[in-house]
């Protein structure tokens, strides 16, 4: 049965998709389309359509699952579907809820009028697929809401509310009550409403552009690093210039003609498989399916630190109540005095209102006492990392906590099953491992103890959704997924430094590659001194003794680079004595290091990593790695992830270039079974 129907309701045609769960644009709805519009046209006594959608959501966009299938191409396709809602004779309306995406919104955009309701959304997320709208929406967007709004909208992929929609003259009206009730009134409207207007032959709004081209340089500038490395932006930016240089007609094949570029490209296959792998990470796998989360009414936080607070913040934002418990007053006060201020700072930006900051603090309750964690239904862990430590806090809480209470630590190395085996009721403890600055890294690693119950992993990729998490399952190794892999990549860095290669060269090689920072720039912005064991005599290596010097980062204004009073970092001739003290201590020879050794000890070290990961079962699927990397480590999410960009460079290639480093990366290091077999069976890691 075709997921298009219509119906009548008098003069009016209805055409209703249902397409769960998104009403995405598959083969199947283009053709009901079509076929609807040409019944409007053929039947005398249709005056006017109204398109709208059952479900949750008006078209999410084209069916991303149909890209790269022979199905994407069988006609109709996007663009002959939007021309012809665009030709139908009589007023087509669009009645929007939920979101108009991508090519929903460029079904939209054809029709001849726009409804929706105050909570719909409108967007062009394709960038954030590595495309751009490949169906009229680069040309017909501008000349609906202008050139500003449509570079805006199109280049960033950020959709807008209705209700800004409806004053740019994106939407007609906005609709309080019955969306197709009151959308069938306003067709009624407009039916006899002549000449029909199409967004394709209006030009008014592209007036201000075409006497300032000079906007569109203005733009690339103004986000020039917030679209460093990826093509997308640029194209859409190039498409947007063409709806204001071009005719019409002309433009749209200049966006099919950058769209069939990009679609056929590395990037938009990395996004594109990003897009599936953030989704398929929230399912966890080998649990029964009737599981059932458990309530979570009420958070108990332990430790007001910057984590303890951040983690806090996630929930007393999304509207739960959390007791947040420190040892002493003066610690208390300091935690809950920043998370305030964080707030506040937010405020100023105008994105919360003041009501919505005492909202989220009013939910906080603060206190010194431990017991008053006993009506908590999950009580975080967010306290010094050492196992000794963590192991009083879970014993006392096994004692205090209300049966059926989740115990999670924050620990971002230790094992979660030691833990857990101080308690009672090990099934209720697992590993909530947010990222600093945890109330805006979209990271979650959630670790799957041996003991941990189904309904307990459940209940945590629920809260995570509600945090606006991704979460990750991971189970019990040192450093989970994210951190167990930067290991080997720090370890070489650190060894790259002795062999001659400098901070600068090695931090280089990872921001070209799209990182936001190179290992170094890293340490220095987190801290040198984390994980230092702070003796200051005791003097091992380059880090041990930088620690001693107080160069512990940013925050001291000295690290692996020396900062100026703005945190401008440059090159520190101190770094550089210290590192040559080392170099002449364990007799290391300075030589030339070239960028593609640092490649290849640095990133092709942590996809050995990954790949152990997985042989190990430590992480449900490659994509999860991947997920982990994007989110929790800056990974530019046009290469993929670690996982997707080795299988993009060859896996054999990978195992090659390991072996070519095999008697510089240290005793310890071995290549991953996983690995080699699948270079060998020339296959892939992600599948
Ligand atoms: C485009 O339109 C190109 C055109 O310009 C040109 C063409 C010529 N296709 O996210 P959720 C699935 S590009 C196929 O968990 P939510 C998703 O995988 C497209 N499947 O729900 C998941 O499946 P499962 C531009 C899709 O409520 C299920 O739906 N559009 C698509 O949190 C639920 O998804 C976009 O980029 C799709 N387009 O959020 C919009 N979308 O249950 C992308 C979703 O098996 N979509 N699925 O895991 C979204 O942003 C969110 O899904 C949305 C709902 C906000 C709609």
Redesign the pocket.
């Known amino acids: 049965m075709s997921p298009i129907t219509t119906q009548r309701h008098g003069d009016i045609l209805i055409v209703t998709s249902n397409n769960?769960?998104?009403n995405?644009?598959?083969h199947a709805v283009r053709e009901g389309l079509v076929k609807a519009i040409d019944e409007a046209d053929a039947d005398e006594t249709v005056k006017a359509v109204v398109i709208v959608c059952e479900g949750?959501?008006f078209?999410?966009?084209?069916?991303?699952?149909?890209?790269g299938t022979p199905k994407?191409f069988e006609p109709p396709?996007?663009?002959q579907v939007v021309d012809r809602i665009e030709a139908c004779a009589k007023p087509v309306v669009a009645a929007i809820h939920?979101?108009a995406?991508?090519?929903?919104?460029?079904v939209a955009l054809a029709c001849h009028y726009r409804v929706a309701v105050p909570s719909a959304?409108l967007?062009?997320?394709?960038v954030?697929?590595g495309?751009?709208?490949?169906?009229g929406?680069t040309q017909r967007l501008p000349r609906l809401v202008g050139v500003p709004k449509a570079l805006e909208m199109v280049a960033t992929?950020n959709?807008i509310g209705a209700k800004e929609a409806h004053g740019l003259g994106l939407v007609d009206r906005l609709i309080e009550g019955d969306l197709e009730q009151h959308a069938v009134a306003f067709a009624e409207e407009v039916r006899d409403v002549r000449p029909i207007p199409k967004s394709s032959e209006r030009d008014d709004k592209l007036a201000e552009a075409r006497a300032n081209p000079a906007l569109f340089d203005e733009f690339r500038k103004a986000n020039a690093k917030k679209f460093r490395g990826f093509d997308a932006p640029e194209a859409t930016i190039k498409a947007v210039q063409a709806a204001v240089a071009k005719p019409y007609a002309e433009g749209v094949l200049e966006e099919r003609r950058l769209?069939m570029e990009l679609m056929t490209g590395t990037q938009a296959r990395a996004q594109q498989y990003f897009?599936?792998a953030?989704?398929?990470a929230?399912?966890i796998e080998g649990l029964p399916e009737d599981t059932k989360p458990r309530d979570i009414r009420r958070v108990g936080v332990i430790g007001a630190g910057t984590m303890g607070g951040g983690i806090s913040m996630n929930f007393l934002s999304a509207g739960i109540p959390v007791t947040i418990v420190e040892m002493e007053q003066a610690a208390l006060d300091r935690g809950t005095g920043i998370m305030r201020r964080n707030y506040e700072a937010t405020a100023s930006k105008g994105k919360m209102t003041a009501d919505q900051v005492e909202g989220a603090m009013g939910l906080l309750n603060p206190t010194l006492d431990f017991d008053a964690l006993a009506d908590c239904d999950l009580i975080i862990e967010a306290v010094f990392e050492n196992m000794d430590v963590k192991k009083d806090v879970f014993t006392r809480l096994d004692k205090i906590a209300k049966p059926g209470a989740i115990l999670a630590s924050n620990t971002s190395y230790l094992n979660i099953d030691e833990i857990a085996a101080v308690t009672s009721r090990p099934e209720d403890v697992l590993g909530l491992h947010f990222f600093s600055p945890a109330n805006i890294m979209k990271l979650l690693e959630i670790v799957r103890g041996a003991r941990t119950a189904p309904d307990v992993l459940v209940t945590a990729m629920q809260l995570a959704?509600k945090i606006r998490k991704v979460a990750v399952v991971a189970g019990v190794c040192y450093g989970f997924i994210g951190n167990r892999m930067l290991i080997p990549r720090q370890m070489q860095a650190m060894q790259l430094l002795l062999e001659g290669a400098t901070p600068e060269q090695v931090d280089k090689v990872h921001v070209e590659f799209g990182m936001p920072m190179g290992p170094f720039q890293m340490a220095d912005l987190a801290g040198v001194d984390i994980g230092w064991h702070r003796d200051p005599t005791r003097i091992e290596n380059i880090r041990d003794k930088l620690c001693a010097m107080e160069r512990w980062g940013q925050k001291k204004g000295a690290g692996f680079y020396d900062y100026d009073d703005k945190r401008r970092p440059s090159p520190s001739p101190v770094v550089a004595e210290v590192i040559e003290e080392f170099r002449q201590k364990v007799g290391v020879e300075k030589r030339d290091i070239t960028d593609q050794e640092i490649m290849e000890r640095t990133i092709y070290t942590m996809v050995n990593e990954g790949a152990k990961i997985l042989e190990e079962g430590m992480a449900q699927r490659a994509s999860d790695i991947d997920v982990v990397w994007v989110y929790g480590y800056g990974w530019p999410v046009y290469r993929g992830g670690p996982m997707f960009w080795a299988d993009t460079v060859g896996l054999k290639e990978i195992v090659a270039g390991l072996e070519r480093q095999q008697d510089r990366l240290g005793k310890d290091f071995t290549l991953s079974r996983l690995l080699t077999d699948k270079a060998a069976a020339g296959e892939k890691l992600t599948r």
Not at 59 to 67: L, M, T
Not at 101 to 106: A, C, D, N, Q, V
Not at 123 to 126: L, M, S, Y
């Open positions: 769960p769960p998104v995405a644009l598959g949750n959501t078209f999410a966009g084209a069916d991303v699952s149909e890209f994407a396709m996007l663009p939920g979101t995406l991508g090519g929903g919104l460029e959304k967007g062009t997320p394709e954030k697929l495309i751009i709208p490949g169906a929406g992929g959709p769209f897009f599936f953030e989704r398929k929230s399912k959704k």
